[in-house]
């Protein structure tokens, strides 16, 4: 079946270096949607990604649509402790109507 | 708007009563999403309507649960009877057009069964 594969699980950075997380659909994607879950929070919307090749930035991140609309990254330049949380991708069904959802992977700030 | 209101954000409850979750979407939105949380599972979708209208249930784990949209505005998922393994953090979320918009989500209920 359709299936959205998030890497990696878990990255654990010191603060001010940079993060990335990577997203592989099985299927060409119509679009594909990034939230941030903080810690104890719920899922909350970052931004949308619609046209092949797409690239948009919010400040210090980094949202990137591969070309074949099968991919998509999230890179935070310069973390920081604000950015701890869990990062989800998720992309539609080919009903179109509910969301296919990555793993998630988890921001870890070292101490 | 409020944004999407879920009842009560924590449940304790003992294992074979039943559980009640509510959940009122943002006003305008044609769909809504029931997700459960655990570490060991991730994010699971559950049920969703559309219009009032349960389109696709097959989430749903077992016959002990149950999901209702009498209206646009109010939804339910019951549990009953629940048990143990049934702990985990249920979302509700709404969608003004299914997969091709965002989803809001609720602050979420926090279900223990002991």
């Known amino acids: 079946g359709q299936q959205v594969m998030q890497i990696p699980q878990y990255q654990h950075v010191q603060e001010g270096e940079d993060f990335t997380t990577y997203c592989n659909s099985s299927t060409t994607l119509s679009n594909i949607q990034w939230y941030k879950q903080r810690p104890g929070g719920h899922p909350v919307f970052l931004i949308q990604?619609?046209?092949s090749g797409e690239v948009k930035k919010q400040k210090r991140l980094t949202f990137q649509f591969g070309e074949a609309k099968k991919n998509s990254s999230l890179h935070i330049t310069a973390t920081q402790t604000t950015d701890v949380g869990t990062y989800f991708c998720a992309g539609p069904r080919d009903s179109n109507y509910q969301l296919i959802w990555g793993a998630g992977t988890k921001l870890i700030i070292k101490p | 708007d409020a944004g999407v209101i879920q009842s009560p954000r924590h449940e304790v409850t003992e294992m074979g009563q039943e559980v009640t979750l509510r959940c009122k979407p943002i006003?305008?939105?044609?769909?809504l999403f029931w997700y459960r949380q655990t570490m060991m599972r991730g994010l699971e979708l559950l049920i969703y309507f559309n219009n009032n209208v349960p389109i696709d249930d097959s989430g749903m784990p077992e016959d002990r649960f149950s999901a209702k949209m009498p209206n646009a505005s109010f939804s339910t998922l019951k549990i009953q009877p629940s048990e143990p393994r049934d702990s985990a953090v249920y979302f509700c979320?709404?969608?003004?057009?299914?997969?091709?918009?965002?989803?809001?989500f609720g602050q979420g209920t926090r279900l223990t069964v002991v």
């Open positions: 990604l619609v046209k």
């Open positions: 979320a709404s969608s003004p057009s299914g997969g091709a918009t965002e989803a809001f």
């Open positions: 006003s305008g939105h044609d769909y």
